[in-house]
Protein backbone atom coordinates (compact mmCIF):
# COMPACT_ATOMS: atom_id res chain seq x y z
CA UNK A 1 0.00 0.00 0.00
CA UNK A 2 1.10 3.46 -0.60
CA UNK A 3 2.74 5.68 2.07
CA UNK A 4 0.14 8.60 1.03
CA UNK A 5 -2.42 6.06 2.32
CA UNK A 6 -0.07 4.50 5.51
CA UNK A 7 -1.06 6.25 8.98
CA UNK A 8 1.19 5.84 11.86
CA UNK A 9 -1.02 6.42 15.05
CA UNK A 10 -0.63 5.86 19.11
CA UNK A 11 -2.91 5.84 22.05
CA UNK A 12 -1.69 7.54 24.73
CA UNK A 13 -3.32 8.13 28.64
CA UNK A 14 -3.18 7.95 32.45
CA UNK A 15 -2.84 4.29 33.20
CA UNK A 16 -6.47 2.65 33.47
CA UNK A 17 -7.68 5.13 31.09
CA UNK A 18 -8.49 2.12 29.10
CA UNK A 19 -5.75 2.72 26.12
CA UNK A 20 -5.50 -1.15 25.47
CA UNK A 21 -8.75 -2.03 25.36
CA UNK A 22 -9.62 0.88 23.21
CA UNK A 23 -6.92 -0.60 20.63
CA UNK A 24 -8.49 -3.96 21.24
CA UNK A 25 -11.88 -2.65 19.93
CA UNK A 26 -10.02 -0.89 17.12
CA UNK A 27 -8.60 -4.37 15.91
CA UNK A 28 -12.22 -5.92 16.11
CA UNK A 29 -14.52 -3.18 14.20
CA UNK A 30 -11.83 -3.03 11.44
CA UNK A 31 -11.39 -7.02 10.98
CA UNK A 32 -8.07 -7.84 12.17
CA UNK A 33 -9.92 -10.26 15.25
CA UNK A 34 -12.97 -12.05 15.35
CA UNK A 35 -12.72 -12.46 19.04
CA UNK A 36 -12.52 -9.77 21.81
CA UNK A 37 -9.90 -9.95 24.20
CA UNK A 38 -10.07 -8.41 27.89
CA UNK A 39 -7.27 -6.90 29.64
CA UNK A 40 -8.40 -8.02 32.98
CA UNK A 41 -8.57 -11.92 31.80
CA UNK A 42 -4.51 -11.70 29.63
CA UNK A 43 -6.44 -12.15 26.49
CA UNK A 44 -6.13 -8.40 25.26
CA UNK A 45 -3.62 -8.62 21.81
CA UNK A 46 -1.55 -6.06 22.23
CA UNK A 47 -0.26 -6.84 26.25
CA UNK A 48 2.07 -9.66 24.12
CA UNK A 49 4.13 -10.20 27.43
CA UNK A 50 3.88 -12.55 30.21
CA UNK A 51 4.29 -9.77 32.79
CA UNK A 52 1.57 -7.66 31.06
CA UNK A 53 -1.07 -10.54 31.07
CA UNK A 54 -0.28 -10.99 35.08
CA UNK A 55 -0.38 -7.95 35.43
CA UNK A 56 -2.99 -6.19 33.86
CA UNK A 57 -0.77 -3.01 32.40
CA UNK A 58 0.76 -2.13 29.55
CA UNK A 59 4.81 -2.06 30.03
CA UNK A 60 6.01 -2.10 26.54
CA UNK A 61 4.72 -0.25 22.94
CA UNK A 62 3.34 -2.74 20.86
CA UNK A 63 2.47 -2.11 17.52
CA UNK A 64 0.20 -3.57 15.27
CA UNK A 65 -1.25 -3.23 11.46
CA UNK A 66 -5.22 -3.13 10.44
CA UNK A 67 -7.44 -1.76 7.64
CA UNK A 68 -9.83 0.31 6.94
CA UNK A 69 -11.18 2.62 4.27
CA UNK A 70 -8.61 1.77 1.97
CA UNK A 71 -6.23 2.81 4.57
CA UNK A 72 -3.19 1.15 5.90
CA UNK A 73 -3.31 1.98 9.78
CA UNK A 74 -0.43 1.33 12.15
CA UNK A 75 -1.67 1.31 16.00
CA UNK A 76 0.89 1.74 18.74
CA UNK A 77 -0.68 1.22 22.14
CA UNK A 78 1.49 2.95 24.65
CA UNK A 79 2.21 2.48 28.10
CA UNK A 80 0.67 4.22 30.97
CA UNK A 81 2.25 3.51 34.09
CA UNK A 82 4.68 6.45 34.92
CA UNK A 83 7.79 4.21 35.09
CA UNK A 84 7.47 3.21 31.37
CA UNK A 85 7.34 7.01 30.02
CA UNK A 86 10.37 6.37 28.04
CA UNK A 87 8.29 3.98 25.95
CA UNK A 88 5.80 6.55 25.42
CA UNK A 89 8.49 9.13 24.48
CA UNK A 90 10.21 6.69 21.74
CA UNK A 91 7.24 5.92 19.89
CA UNK A 92 5.75 9.52 20.01
CA UNK A 93 8.78 10.11 17.45
CA UNK A 94 7.51 8.62 15.05
CA UNK A 95 3.67 8.79 14.86
CA UNK A 96 1.19 10.47 12.50
CA UNK A 97 -1.19 11.55 15.42
CA UNK A 98 -2.45 10.47 18.73
CA UNK A 99 -5.50 9.43 20.41
CA UNK A 100 -5.63 10.40 23.93
CA UNK A 101 -7.83 8.64 25.87
CA UNK A 102 -9.41 10.44 28.77
CA UNK A 103 -11.63 8.04 31.67
CA UNK A 104 -14.91 9.97 31.72
CA UNK A 105 -14.78 9.66 35.80
CA UNK A 106 -11.19 10.40 36.33
CA UNK A 107 -11.11 12.79 33.78
CA UNK A 108 -7.15 14.63 33.20
CA UNK A 109 -5.34 12.73 35.82
CA UNK A 110 -1.69 12.98 36.40
CA UNK A 111 -0.13 10.87 33.92
CA UNK A 112 -2.61 12.08 31.20
CA UNK A 113 -1.03 15.42 31.66
CA UNK A 114 2.48 13.79 30.99
CA UNK A 115 1.58 12.48 28.06
CA UNK A 116 0.18 15.43 26.70
CA UNK A 117 2.62 17.41 27.43
CA UNK A 118 5.08 14.80 25.85
CA UNK A 119 2.95 14.86 22.37
CA UNK A 120 3.26 18.29 22.45
CA UNK A 121 6.88 18.57 22.37
CA UNK A 122 6.92 16.82 19.04
CA UNK A 123 4.03 18.48 17.91
CA UNK A 124 1.98 15.48 17.41
CA UNK A 125 -1.62 16.04 16.09
CA UNK A 126 -4.50 14.64 18.77
CA UNK A 127 -8.23 13.52 18.63
CA UNK A 128 -9.02 12.97 21.94
CA UNK A 129 -11.19 9.79 23.36
CA UNK A 130 -13.37 9.97 26.28
CA UNK A 131 -13.81 6.19 27.71
CA UNK A 132 -16.00 4.90 30.20
CA UNK A 133 -19.09 6.58 29.26
CA UNK A 134 -21.51 4.05 30.67
CA UNK A 135 -19.43 3.77 33.93
CA UNK A 136 -21.33 5.56 37.26
CA UNK A 137 -20.30 9.23 38.13
CA UNK A 138 -18.87 9.32 33.95
CA UNK A 139 -19.26 13.34 33.19
CA UNK A 140 -18.55 13.96 29.60
CA UNK A 141 -18.55 17.58 30.32
CA UNK A 142 -16.53 17.98 33.16
CA UNK A 143 -13.65 15.26 31.54
CA UNK A 144 -13.74 17.95 28.38
CA UNK A 145 -13.77 21.46 31.11
CA UNK A 146 -10.44 19.88 32.63
CA UNK A 147 -9.21 19.07 29.26
CA UNK A 148 -9.43 23.14 28.75
CA UNK A 149 -8.35 24.27 31.92
CA UNK A 150 -5.79 21.59 33.26
CA UNK A 151 -3.93 21.10 29.46
CA UNK A 152 -4.51 24.56 27.20
CA UNK A 153 -6.02 21.75 24.89
CA UNK A 154 -8.80 24.09 23.17
CA UNK A 155 -10.84 20.81 23.33
CA UNK A 156 -13.82 20.90 20.50
CA UNK A 157 -16.84 18.28 20.75
CA UNK A 158 -17.63 16.78 17.78
CA UNK A 159 -20.22 13.70 19.43
CA UNK A 160 -22.20 14.51 22.61
CA UNK A 161 -23.54 11.55 24.53
CA UNK A 162 -26.77 10.27 24.93
CA UNK A 163 -28.21 9.40 28.02
CA UNK A 164 -31.92 7.63 28.77
CA UNK A 165 -31.65 8.10 32.52
CA UNK A 166 -28.85 6.92 34.14
CA UNK A 167 -28.10 4.53 30.54
CA UNK A 168 -25.60 5.83 28.04
CA UNK A 169 -27.35 4.90 24.89
CA UNK A 170 -25.10 6.43 22.41
CA UNK A 171 -23.86 9.34 20.78
CA UNK A 172 -25.30 12.55 18.40
CA UNK A 173 -22.42 13.07 15.54
CA UNK A 174 -22.02 16.50 15.18
CA UNK A 175 -20.66 16.07 11.98
CA UNK A 176 -22.77 13.92 9.88
CA UNK A 177 -25.96 14.85 12.59
CA UNK A 178 -26.96 11.76 13.13
CA UNK A 179 -27.80 9.62 16.37
CA UNK A 180 -25.46 6.28 16.76
CA UNK A 181 -27.73 4.50 18.98
CA UNK A 182 -26.09 1.36 21.31
CA UNK A 183 -29.60 0.52 22.87
CA UNK A 184 -31.01 -3.23 22.78
CA UNK A 185 -27.02 -4.23 21.55
CA UNK A 186 -27.22 -2.65 18.50
CA UNK A 187 -25.05 0.06 16.52
CA UNK A 188 -28.05 1.88 14.76
CA UNK A 189 -27.35 5.13 13.10
CA UNK A 190 -30.68 7.39 12.97
CA UNK A 191 -31.80 10.58 12.62
CA UNK A 192 -31.56 12.66 15.77
CA UNK A 193 -34.91 12.71 17.40
CA UNK A 194 -36.33 16.13 18.73
CA UNK A 195 -36.04 16.08 22.54
CA UNK A 196 -31.94 15.81 21.46
CA UNK A 197 -32.12 18.02 18.30
CA UNK A 198 -31.54 21.62 20.18
CA UNK A 199 -28.72 20.43 22.28
CA UNK A 200 -27.08 18.92 18.89
CA UNK A 201 -27.64 22.23 16.86
CA UNK A 202 -25.84 24.43 19.91
CA UNK A 203 -22.71 22.18 19.90
CA UNK A 204 -22.48 21.77 16.55
CA UNK A 205 -23.09 25.69 16.36
CA UNK A 206 -19.83 25.82 18.60
CA UNK A 207 -17.86 23.39 16.54
CA UNK A 208 -18.39 25.06 13.24
CA UNK A 209 -17.50 28.65 14.74
CA UNK A 210 -14.25 27.10 16.27
CA UNK A 211 -12.94 25.33 12.82
CA UNK A 212 -14.31 28.53 11.03
CA UNK A 213 -11.29 30.06 11.89
CA UNK A 214 -9.31 28.49 10.05
CA UNK A 215 -10.76 27.92 6.90
CA UNK A 216 -12.58 31.16 4.83
CA UNK A 217 -14.66 29.36 3.25
CA UNK A 218 -16.34 28.13 6.25
CA UNK A 219 -16.17 31.43 8.17
CA UNK A 220 -17.92 33.11 5.22
CA UNK A 221 -21.22 30.47 5.61
CA UNK A 222 -20.93 30.47 9.15
CA UNK A 223 -20.71 34.73 9.53
CA UNK A 224 -24.08 34.43 6.70
CA UNK A 225 -25.76 31.90 8.55
CA UNK A 226 -25.84 29.67 5.62
CA UNK A 227 -25.48 26.48 7.32
CA UNK A 228 -27.06 24.24 4.91
CA UNK A 229 -24.63 24.64 2.75
CA UNK A 230 -22.01 23.37 5.22
CA UNK A 231 -21.48 19.67 4.64
CA UNK A 232 -19.63 16.86 6.07
CA UNK A 233 -17.15 17.09 3.54
CA UNK A 234 -16.07 20.54 4.45
CA UNK A 235 -16.12 20.48 8.27
Known amino acids: MSLNKTRNFGI ?4 DAGKTTVSERILFYTGFLRKLGEVHNGEATMDFMKQEQER ?3 IASAA ?3 NWREHRLNLIDTPGHV ?3 LEVERSLRVLDGVVAVFCAVGGVQPQSE ?3 NQSQ ?32 ANPVRYQIPWYDGEDFCGMVDLVDMKLISYKEGHNDIVDIPDFL ?13 KIAEYNDELLEMFLDG ?3 AITPQLI
Open 12 to 15: IAHI
Open 56 to 58: GIT
Open 64 to 66: ICC
Open 83 to 85: DFM
Open 114 to 116: TVW
Open 121 to 152: KFGTPHIAFVNKMDLEGADFDRCVEMMDDMLG
Open 197 to 209: MENAKKYRGILIE
Open 226 to 228: NDE
